[in-house]
Nanobody, 124 residues
Framework: QVQLVESGGGLVQAGGSLRLSCAAS????????MGWFRQAPGKEREFVAG????????YYADSVKGRFTVSRDNAKNTVYLQMNSLKPEDTAVYYC?????????????????WGKGTLVTVSS
């Protein structure tokens, strides 16, 4: 089992940047595929970005490609989401998720473990 704690959210102006972190407990972090999802008020939770557990292959939603970068540091049990050129429509609660069985982290229903989320607000 793994516990996830997100940090790094906050208020930023459009065009600005934020870096989210997700710290995981446990000794087997490298064996988990990690994903970032977000949920805006009144909307479904959606996939944002992710990184697989073995090859480190990265995946992005079309809406964030070229602006967001996901990475992981297995020595620190942490996954990051660097967000640049932020837009008001990026405003949401951002969640970190983990799963040991999937390689592609795009399906929220396949992810077993979730953090509590961190709020990102982008003002226009």
């Amino acid at each position: 089992q793994v516990q996830l704690v997100e940090s790094g959210g906050g208020l930023v102006q459009a065009g600005g940047s934020l870096r989210l972190s997700c710290a995981a407990s446990g000794r087997t972090f490298s064996s988990y595929t990690m994903g970032w999802f977000r949920q805006a008020p009144g909307k479904e939770r959606e996939f944002v970005a992710g990184i697989s557990r073995n090859t480190g292959t990265t995946y992005y939603a079309d809406s964030v490609k070229g602006r967001f970068t996901v990475s992981r540091d297995n020595a620190k049990n942490t996954v990051y989401l660097q967000m640049n050129s932020l837009k008001p429509e990026d405003t949401a609660v951002y969640y970190c998720a983990a799963d040991r069985s999937v390689l592609v982290p795009t399906n929220k229903y396949a992810m077993d473990y979730w953090g509590k989320g961190t709020l990102v607000t982008v003002s226009s």
